[in-house]
């Protein structure tokens, strides 16, 4: 059975750091695609970053978060990791990761607020 469990959401205060966890069962991650999408309140999931499969990819980010955000992968525990720095109020949302192979994969979300 294929699951995805992210964690490391929270409340944050702009301009601070997160790092959020996306742990697969299921799947051997090195062999696929892996992304991070965000959904903040009322809008559309939109994409922030892929990890191409295997070793030494070119991850892909979106322009929103360019240079703030890094994505990583630790293929050996089956782990994708987003970091996330310098935050703003608009990197509010539920974040989730997808594993894209055949049919995709989600899991069930983690919630970030950057407040003061």
């Known amino acids: 059975q294929v699951q995805l469990v992210e964690s490391g959401g929270g409340l944050v205060p702009p301009g601070g750091s997160l790092r959020l966890s996306c742990v697969v069962s299921?799947?051997?991650?090195?062999?696929?695609?892996m992304k991070w999408y965000r959904q903040a309140p009322g809008k559309q999931r939109e994409l922030v970053a892929t990890?191409?499969?295997?070793?030494?990819?070119?991850?892909v980010y979106a322009d929103s978060v360019t240079s703030r955000f890094t994505i990583s992968r630790d293929n050996a525990n089956n782990t994708v990791y987003l970091q996330r720095t310098s935050l703003k109020p608009e990197d509010t949302g539920v974040y989730y990761c997808?594993?894209?192979?055949?049919?995709?994969?989600w899991g069930q979300g983690t919630q970030v607020t950057v407040s003061s």
């Open positions: 997808k594993l894209v192979s055949s049919r995709d994969y």
């Open positions: 299921g799947f051997f991650i090195r062999l696929y695609v």
């Open positions: 990890s191409s499969s295997g070793d030494g990819d070119t991850p």
